[in-house]
């Protein structure tokens, strides 16, 4: 069975930073892409970032890129959402989830096999 814990959300103020990370365990994930998505309320759920394992490559949605960072620690199968310089509209709730077929669009939630239950992060103004 394969399991993705989310832990790190909380709530915080514009600008602070907060780490999220991904604990993986059930399977072996050298091969999957790994990915961040959030969800507001009222509103679809949306890519935030990805990290392919092998080679090790990185993407981000053009709302975060330059304040979110996502990396991974192959011995703790984990991957991190280091999240900066944070706004009152990357409230949400945060998904990370893994993706077995990497040739598949990276950004599509629904090409995602596995998904976490979600952690909640609220940044006030």
């Known amino acids: 069975q394969v399991q993705l814990v989310e832990s790190g959300g909380g709530l915080v103020q514009a600008g602070d930073s907060l780490r999220l990370s991904c604990a993986a365990s059930g399977r072996t994930f050298s091969s999957y892409v790994r990915g961040w998505f959030r969800q507001a309320p009222g509103k679809e759920r949306e890519f935030v970032a990805a990290?392919?394992?092998?080679?090790?490559?990185?993407y981000y949605a053009d709302s975060v890129k330059g304040r979110f960072t996502i990396s991974r620690d192959n011995a703790k199968n984990t991957v991190y959402l280091q999240m900066n310089s944070l706004k009152p509209e990357d409230t949400a709730v945060y998904y990370c989830?893994?993706?077995?077929?990497?040739?598949?669009?990276?950004?599509?939630?629904?090409?995602?096999?596995?998904w976490g239950q979600g952690t909640q992060v609220t940044v006030s103004s």
């Open positions: 989830a893994a993706l077995s077929r990497s040739y598949l669009r990276l950004a599509e939630a629904g090409n995602y096999d596995y």
């Open positions: 990290i392919r394992w092998t080679p090790e490559i990185t």
